[in-house]
Each structure stands twice: as C-alpha cells, then as structure tokens.
C-alpha cells in the first residue's frame, strides 16, 4: 500500500542527545514536509523539501535538521540545541507545484526527553 | 502574515446530533486553499477537503459539509447526525503561494467527543 511510514512510534532521548526521526514515503511525491504538534498550539513547519538535495527552513527550525538524499526518505534530527524537543511528531508529503494538492500524513512520532 | 483561528477548543455532542466546527482565517493573497483534517486518536492527520478560493460553492460528502464565505473568511464544517466514529481532533488549515509546496497554517484544532 502506498503511504508514509515514521518510525519509531514512541522515541525516549536523554536530555543532551541528539536523536534522528525516520519517515519514508512510497507515494512519489516530490515534497516532504516536518511539523511538530504541541497540545493546544496546533501544527507548526519545522522544515521542507521540494526536491532532492534541497530544502528549506520553516517557522520553527531552530534546534532541528534534516537530510533529503533520496526521494523517498527525509529524516529530521532533534538536536541537543532544541530547547523543549518534547512533542509529537509528523512527517507529510505532496505532490508539487500548481493548483489543487494536498499533503498526506504519517502516523507521527511521538517523542520524550526524559 | 497569514493566521487560521479555530475557536472552539472542545465540544461534546450526543450521537444523532448535528455540530459545527468553526473556522476563520486571514490572509493577504487572493489566491489561497483550504483545508479541513481529522486527526483520530491513533495520530495520523486523515484529509477531508480542500477548497480554492476561488470556489464558494458549499459541498457536502454524506454526512459531511462545509460552507466557505470569502465575505466573512469563514470555512466552517458541519457534520450531521454525528457518530461516535467522528470524534476526533479536526484541524482547518490555510494554504497560501499556490505554485510552491503544501505548506500549512494549522489552527489549534477542535475535539469533538460523540458519546452515546
């Protein structure tokens, strides 16, 4: 089945740690995107790529990064400098360009910095 | 800068009965899509409906509509004769630049409880 797999599910860091979050997608999409879900605030950018070997900061980078050498794959690293990594994590992708796209989903990471 | 208001935080409903979930955004282009997601409890954001701005017309998908109003920038959703199956979190979101990638303004989301 064609979809956006994360992995793993549940992720416990040390406070100090870098750690990486995983998200593979078998849609073809040129786009894959990085949002973090805290309670009562919604989803927020972290970052995105349109194409690979490229991406682009979104409204909360800091503390973050992210590799796009294949297509399929685009994983996020929390890093030590991410002040409160505690949150839930989701990887999209889309198609790019013109009118009418929408991202889907994965089923997020959820993780905690114990 | 663009900015996707939801409102209410929480509304609880008995099954049958038909609820609203509000939806106000801002923005300065005159292009722009909107979008309504349902987060269920498992996590995954599962997408309902996109809506250019260019298209008022209202849609309804069985016992889903929405009813977009550029003139009050409103996007609201009704789902009728609710189920317990609808309760999860529902996210309206904005699109704006549409020759670039997906990127999303999320409201805070709505949770709807269903109970019996």
């Known amino acids: 089945d064609g979809g956006i797999t994360q992995s793993p599910k549940y992720l416990f860091r040390k406070e100090g740690q870098n750690v990486t979050l995983s998200c593979e997608q078998n849609l073809n999409h040129d786009a894959m995107y990085w949002y973090r879900q805290d309670p009562g605030q919604g989803l927020r950018l972290i970052y995105y790529?349109?194409?690979?070997?490229?991406?682009q900061k979104g409204d909360i980078a800091e503390g973050y990064s992210v590799s796009r050498e294949k297509k399929e794959s685009f994983p996020l690293t929390v890093t030590s400098a991410q002040k409160n990594p505690t949150a839930f994590y989701l990887c999209a992708s889309s198609i790019t360009g013109g009118a009418g796209t929408e991202a889907f989903f994965g089923q997020g990471t959820r993780l905690t910095v114990v | 800068a663009q900015k996707v208001t939801q409102a209410q935080t929480e509304i609880s409903v008995v099954e049958k009965e038909d609820v609203t979930l509000d939806c106000v955004y801002e923005t300065r282009d005159t292009t722009y899509y909107l979008f309504w997601y349902k987060q269920p409890p498992s996590g995954e954001l599962v997408f309902l409906i996109r809506r250019n701005s260019f298209d008022e017309q209202n849609e309804i998908s069985g016992r889903y509509s929405w009813n977009f109003q550029k003139s009050t920038s409103s996007f609201n959703f009704t789902i009728t004769a609710s189920q317990v199956v609808d309760s999860a979190v529902y996210f309206c979101a904005l699109k704006e630049d549409p020759g670039t990638a997906c990127k999303l303004t999320f409201g805070t989301g709505t949770r709807l409880q269903v109970t019996l």
């Open positions: 790529s349109q194409i690979v070997n490229d991406f």
